[in-house]
């Protein structure tokens, strides 16, 4: 089963009907060069850092990670809080929670002589799979082009149908998502992945967003990886998804806080939810105030 690649101007419904379908698919230039060159360049100075190599057998031995990203490079701001990766996500993750959050955020560059990461699914953080129900979904950003020969991130189409984790579906049939620069791969938290290997010589720039149910903890603690002095920098729905907004209405908030910031940074979820979620979110907050 093939990887479908829709470009950038394709419905929103249409990119969803994808993923639910294959568990992944690829949006084609969905962000121009400026803010992909932009994000690289803020990205570089900390990769080039000796230590970002993590050496285990899950992360690699020659790849950069780190996921301070809205410190290091708040030009991502762009990519994490895309109108169309929210929208994708909304159709996705709101059914099954009242708003959803930033699991994590990760900058990804694997070096040539890297061998193929193991594949994976990312849900399988939470001990918890209720059928029907997605966890999280994930974004791999193209910050360069992603080919079969650099290590562009390997998917195995359909994978996502094989409800319990020790449901092995067939990973053989893994494809390359083989995408230009500004380029997305969109993929649900049960989908099986991975890091291709690099045997190209010169190396692969991704930046992977992962986005979970708001009643999830966080894979990363969003809160250390962008304190409130950081996160002030960013727009509202930015800073909700980050985490600093409750979950839930009225009496069933979780995640509340009564510290001297929230009248300025605390979103309410009225207003970085309803406001730009339209009836989604509307019809979330109005069933929760009649108390249904
Ligand atoms: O680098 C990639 O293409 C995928 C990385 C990944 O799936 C992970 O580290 O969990």
Not at 3 to 9: C, K, S
Not at 34 to 45: C, G, M, N, Q, W
Not at 261 to 278: H, K, N, T, Y
């Amino acid at each position: 089963m093939a990887l479908t690649y829709l470009y950038a101007d394709a419905p929103v419904e249409q990119v969803v009907s994808a993923l639910r379908r294959d568990g992944a698919v690829v949006v084609t230039e969905l962000a121009g060069p400026d803010i992909t060159d932009l994000v690289a360049a803020e990205l570089r100075s900390k990769l080039d850092q000796a230590n970002l190599v993590k050496q285990s057998a899950f992360d690699g031995t020659r790849t950069r990670r780190f996921g301070s990203i809205m410190r290091d490079a708040p030009s991502a701001a762009e990519l994490v809080d895309h109108d169309s990766v929210v929208a994708v996500a909304d159709e996705i993750l709101l059914p099954h929670c009242a708003t959803y959050q930033v699991g994590s955020l990760t900058a990804i560059e694997i070096l040539p002589g890297e061998g193929a990461q193991g594949l994976h699914r990312d849900d399988s953080l939470y001990p918890m799979e209720l059928a029907g129900m997605e966890l999280q979904i994930g974004v791999m950003w193209a910050l360069n082009d992603f080919t079969s020969e650099n290590g562009g991130t390997r998917v195995v189409p359909r994978s996502h149908r094989f409800i319990r984790s020790w449901h092995l579906p067939d990973v053989s049939n893994w494809e390359s998502a083989i995408m230009p620069k500004g380029s997305a791969l969109f993929y649900l938290g049960s989908t099986w992945h991975g890091g291709g290997a690099n045997q190209s010589e010169g190396s692969r720039l991704g930046l992977i967003n992962t986005y979970s149910l708001g009643w999830l903890r966080q894979e990363a603690n969003q809160y250390l990886e962008t304190p409130p002095d950081i996160a002030a920098k960013f727009g509202a729905r930015l800073r909700a998804l980050l985490g600093y907004t409750p979950h839930g209405s009225g009496d069933d908030q979780i995640g509340v806080f009564d510290g001297e910031c929230a009248g300025w940074l605390q979103v309410q979820p009225e207003q970085a939810w309803r406001d730009e979620r339209g009836q989604v979110g509307s019809a979330v907050d109005a069933k929760a105030q009649s108390g249904d």
